[in-house]
């Protein structure tokens, strides 16, 4: 079993900017994939992002609702992920969930360890 934690979420207004991190205590992730997901009230949970953790060099997928306003990456030393979310929306009001699996794509089933998941509102 692999535990994993989210932090940063929080409340901004609209236009403002937030940074997700992503670790697993005590244990090292060596491999695989790790990725963001969100689940706003009363919507099922969607895909945000995800990266490839060592292997194809960080390769990157995004949804395309947030496109060119989030950035993930990975810090491989200290075995944590990040999101990035820049000129954020009321819409991208959500808990924010991190994941560990075996590939960077869209697809829930993938991934077999899930985080907690960190509350981020958006005003407007």
């Known amino acids: 079993q692999v535990q994993l934690v989210e932090s940063g979420g929080g409340s901004v207004q609209a236009g403002g900017s937030l940074r997700l991190s992503c670790t697993a205590p005590g244990r090292t992730i060596s491999g695989g994939a790790m990725g963001w997901f969100r689940q706003a009230p009363g919507k099922e949970r969607e895909f945000v992002a995800a990266?490839?953790?060592?292997?194809?060099?960080?390769?990157?997928s995004y949804a395309d609702s947030v496109k060119g306003r989030f950035t993930i990456s990975r810090d491989v030393a200290k075995n944590t992920m990040y999101l990035q979310m820049n000129s954020l929306k009321p819409e991208d009001t959500a808990v924010y969930y991190c994941a560990l699996g075996q590939r960077a794509v869209p697809g829930e089933k993938e991934y077999a360890y899930w985080g907690q998941g960190t509350q981020v509102t958006v005003s407007s």
């Open positions: 990266i490839s953790w060592i292997w194809t060099g960080g390769s990157t």
